[in-house]
């Protein structure tokens, strides 16, 4: 059983930085794509960046150019990196885990963390 724990979320004003952190358990993670997601409150959720097993990154077009998504493969850890912080990136922040499993699309969600971006 995957299980997946994210920390790093706090209270920024705009323009600052915060790095967001997702441990994951179970022995699947190098072969995994790991993503972050966020979800504002009213609104659904949102893909922010995702990163393949190969180290592969994708970005929302909102975040592109201020957030930086990598993996330690070693440690079973995503980390986020956002930098330029806006009000509109406020929401809780989760961490994704998803991978093939035989015939099986396993899929995994952290508890989240909240960011708040705010003068």
């Known amino acids: 059983q995957v299980q997946l724990v994210e920390s790093g979320g706090d209270l920024v004003q705009p323009g600052g930085s915060l790095r967001l952190s997702c441990a994951a358990s179970?022995?699947?993670?190098?072969?995994?794509?790991m993503g972050w997601y966020r979800q504002a409150p009213g609104r659904q959720r949102e893909m922010v960046a995702s990163?393949?097993?190969?180290?592969?990154?994708d970005y929302a077009n909102s975040v592109k150019g201020r957030f930086t998504i990598s993996r330690d493969n070693g440690k079973n850890t995503v980390n986020l990196q956002m930098n330029s912080l806006k009000p509109e990136d406020t929401a809780v922040y989760y961490c994704?885990?998803?991978?093939?499993?035989?015939?099986?699309?396993?899929?995994?969600w952290g508890q989240g963390t909240q960011v708040t971006v705010s003068s």
């Open positions: 179970g022995s699947a993670f190098s072969r995994s794509t």
């Open positions: 990163i393949t097993s190969g180290g592969n990154s």
């Open positions: 994704n885990q998803r991978y093939s499993d035989g015939l099986l699309l396993r899929n995994y």
